[in-house]
Every structure is written in structure tokens, then in C-alpha cells.
């Protein structure tokens, strides 16, 4: 009895150590590899396989495209972001030689592609084979902004994005066109009435909440999960696009009306002047991308955008913002080397900096410098004669991309507000006298310069 209970007692033992010893490895292989892996596993979710319906789905898009000529690559921001953090890596890994699915196998709802419409030629047949590869697709068309300005043309429908969907899985791609400024656009995606709002789970998506603006990247091909992409080749400089790509139109519709009632100054000196201002804001553009400096249409330049998409002729000047944070030292330098010579500056960095440039024609470029306070953003303003100091209240705001002057330039998103803090209600209504001192609803009285600061502050030249 005693011999039996000793073995009966020795096989318990043997049985429970053995469970015990499966269920460390069962754990250590599903949670603690996943966990403590190396970077290519650290992603939100557990990794699938190759086997996998979302696999399937965009090694088969990727055959579709390459197959198709369809020109697209990849802009899924957690894909890439997985890419960046591994491109070297990735650079020396040559074509089906992986053996794990590290990337596109991260689970999510969709993949995201960008299409770039200019370079493709045969929209109809790629949908076509898609269909018959499996896929249900979704067409999002809407008005080409570019035609809204014609009006003969404006009404012509462009495709924005295409969904397509298997099983379980859906590739978002988002149908990128080519703007004047040269840089690539895409459009809002707005279903329309007929369509099945149930298709995909459409909050989720990363593009389309917003029309967007992005530089034109330089594309690379690399070799991910074993299957060959086209990427930008600085991920990082993408990325770091798409939370502040939103972009905002021109009211091509509002400006007709508006130069229905007032009439279009067309004179040999209003032609002449706009010329020279649109080839001042490029240059001053083109110097402060170059200092890494962000800046935005500001004060009459902004109205004549938001207004009547133009230039207001009796502006005589470029008016631009910008952040004081953003401000560089070597930005007078700057601009001196690119033609501009300086032609005054008030205030100082720390206070109501001021700078104004001079360009050609007698066309002057004033950059107004903002400081954020905790409810609200100001510039300044100094009188030279008297070293009166002025302040102009702006409600916070954040930087849109528009198309202004065949060029892609910053304006404020919260334009009306913008705006009306600096004209009043009664902004759509032109007024060529104007005094900066006393005409402004947001000008306010800022004390005056101590005469000792006055060879520092109020520079002329």
C-alpha cells in the first residue's frame, strides 16, 4: 500500500512538473519574446503571419500595382514609422529572404498607399482587375479645386481615394495630384449619399479627415516582408508632414463675387505691382525654407488671399508672420545675401521685433514677429518719430498649407478669426486709407521705448 501510494504520488509529481515546464514555454514564446523582443517586434499588437487575411491583402495590392504599372507607395504612418526606426537594415535585405513578417503583419484595419495620378495611365483597367483579384472597391470622386478659378471647367470630378477592401482588410489609397506650387495634394474624404457608410470602419483612417498638402518626396525602393516598395526615401520627413498637412482652398467663388462688385484693378502699375510682390514672396520664401524658418501670410497679404485670391494692388507690400521662437540670427544676414537690403527694425527678440526688407520696384516685405501668451497671440509696432509702442491681439491659432501665387505657403487655419481681429466685421469691403496706428480693431497703446533703448530699437536705413 505504502509502495503504491509512493508511486501514485511519484507519477502526480512527474505530471505536474511537466505541465508546469509546457506552460513556461507556452508563455515565454507568446508574451515575454513578444515583449522583451528586438525593435522590429516592439509595435502596438501582436504580430500575424503570413497566412494571414491582412497579409494576403497587400501582397496581393502590391502584385496588382507592380504588375499594372501603378504608381504608388507606401505612407501608412505606423508602417513606416516601423521602417524608419530599421532602414538600414532593411536596405541590405534583398527580395523574398525573410522568414518572418515583421511589418505589414502589425495588426491595424487598413493599409495606406499613396497614388500619384499624373503618372498613372490606366485608372480603368487597374479597377477592373482588382475586382476580378478578389477585391471591393470604393471610387471617392469629387471637383478638381484647381479648375474652380476656370469657370468653363470648374465641376470636373477627380478621383481622391480608392478603397479597397478583402475580407477583413482594407487599402486605403490615397490618390495624390500634382498643384502648381509643385508639391502633391489630396482631397477630402466626403461620401457621398448613395454610398455604404458601413464599407469600411472610415473614422479610423489616418488621410482624408482634411484636404492635404505635402513637399514632392524622392521615393526609394526597399524590400519589406519580402516584398518590394516604393517608400520616401527620408520617412521621417514625411511623417513628421502629416499631423500639420491639412490644407485650406482659395474661395475662388467668393472672389468673383467680390471683383463683381468691386472691379479688378487692372492698370499697367496694378499688373506691374503684383508682379514684383509674387516674386518678393517667392524669394523671401524661398530664404526663410532655406534657414528652416516657418512663416505665414499675414496682415494685408492674408486678406488679399482669403478676399479675392489675389494680390491687393494698393497694398504697395508683402506682409508675412512668424513665430519669435522660430526666429534665427542669421536671418537679417540672410535675407541681405539673397538681394533683400534691410530697411528698418524695431523692437527687439525679447519685445515687439519688427523687421521690413527692402525689394525691387519699391515693393517693401515686412515680417511681424508673434508672441504667444496663454489665451492669445500678439505682434507689435514702434513709431520712429516718437518710440511709441503699439500692440495687435490675435486670437491663438494654427498654420494651414494653401496655394497662393502658384506657390504653397502658410496661412492661419482660423482665417475668419485672423482676420477679423485685424479688419473688423466689415473686411470684405476695400478701404485704400489706412492707418496701422489707429485703423486696426486690435491695436492697443504698449507704453513707449526709453529713450536710452532707442538706438538698439528703432533702426533705419
Not at 21 to 49: D, E, P, T, V
Not at 84 to 112: I, M, W, Y
Not at 269 to 291: D, G, N, Y
Amino acid at each position: 500500500m505504502n509502495r503504491i501510494n509512493k508511486n501514485v504520488i511519484l507519477a502526480l509529481l512527474t505530471l505536474t512538473s511537466s505541465a508546469f515546464l509546457l506552460f513556461q514555454l507556452y508563455y515565454y514564446k507568446h508574451y515575454l519574446s513578444a515583449k522583451n523582443g528586438a525593435g522590429l517586434s516592439k509595435s502596438k499588437g501582436s504580430r500575424i503571419g503570413f497566412d494571414s487575411i491582412q497579409w494576403r491583402a497587400v501582397k496581393k495590392f502590391i502584385m496588382l500595382t507592380s504588375s499594372q504599372n501603378v504608381p504608388v507607395f507606401l505612407i501608412d504612418p505606423l508602417i513606416l514609422e516601423l521602417i524608419n526606426k530599421n532602414l538600414e537594415q532593411l536596405k541590405n535585405t534583398s527580395h523574398g529572404s525573410t522568414s518572418e513578417c515583421n511589418f505589414f503583419c502589425v495588426p491595424r484595419d487598413f493599409t495606406a498607399f499613396a497614388l500619384q495620378y499624373h503618372l498613372w495611365k490606366n485608372e480603368e483597367g487597374w479597377f477592373r482587375i482588382a475586382e476580378n483579384m478578389g477585391f471591393q472597391c470604393l471610387k471617392i470622386e469629387s471637383k478638381d479645386p484647381r479648375l474652380d478659378g476656370i469657370d468653363s471647367l470648374s465641376g470636373t470630378e477627380i478621383p481622391l481615394h480608392y478603397i479597397c477592401k478583402l475580407a477583413t482588410h482594407a487599402i486605403h489609397v490615397v490618390v495624390f495630384h500634382e498643384r502648381s506650387g509643385n508639391y502633391l495634394w489630396h482631397g477630402h474624404l466626403r461620401l457621398k449619399g448613395h454610398m455604404d457608410k458601413k464599407f469600411v470602419p472610415f473614422r479610423k483612417l489616418q488621410f482624408g479627415r482634411y484636404p492635404g498638402a505635402f513637399d514632392r518626396p524622392e521615393l526609394q525602393q526597399v524590400t519589406v516582408d519580402g516584398l518590394e516598395v516604393l517608400i520616401p526615401k527620408d520617412p521621417m520627413h514625411f511623417l513628421e508632414e502629416i499631423p500639420h498637412s491639412r490644407f485650406i482652398e482659395c474661395r475662388y467663388k467668393e472672389a468673383r463675387a467680390f471683383f463683381q462688385q468691386y472691379l479688378d484693378d487692372s492698370t499697367v502699375e496694378a499688373v506691374a505691382f503684383r508682379k514684383s510682390a509674387k516674386e518678393l514672396l517667392q524669394l523671401a520664401a524661398k530664404t526663410l525654407k532655406q534657414l528652416g524658418v516657418r512663416f505665414w501670410l499675414s496682415s494685408g497679404t492674408c486678406l488679399g488671399w482669403y478676399r479675392q485670391c489675389n494680390i491687393i494692388p494698393y497694398s504697395k507690400d508683402v506682409d508675412l508672420g512668424i513665430f519669435i521662437q522660430d526666429y534665427r540670427s542669421n536671418i537679417i544676414s540672410a535675407f541681405q545675401d539673397a538681394g533683400l537690403p534691410l530697411k528698418h527694425k524695431f523692437g527687439k527678440v525679447e519685445d515687439s521685433l519688427e523687421l521690413s526688407f527692402q525689394g525691387k520696384d519699391d515693393v517693401k516685405l515686412d515680417i511681424f514677429f508673434f508672441y504667444e501668451e496663454t489665451d492669445h497671440m500678439w505682434n507689435g509696432g514702434t513709431q520712429a518719430k516718437t518710440g511709441k509702442k503699439f500692440k495687435y491681439l490675435f486670437p491663438r491659432f494654427t498654420l494651414c498649407w494653401t496655394e497662393f501665387v502658384d506657390m504653397k505657403v502658410h496661412v492661419p487655419c482660423e482665417t475668419v478669426e485672423y482676420i477679423e481681429a485685424n479688419y473688423g466685421k466689415t473686411w470684405q469691403i476695400p478701404v485704400k486709407t489706412w492707418d496701422w496706428k489707429r485703423s486696426p480693431p486690435n491695436v492697443q497703446p504698449n507704453g513707449v521705448w526709453p529713450v536710452s533703448e532707442w538706438d538698439e530699437v528703432i533702426q533705419l536705413y
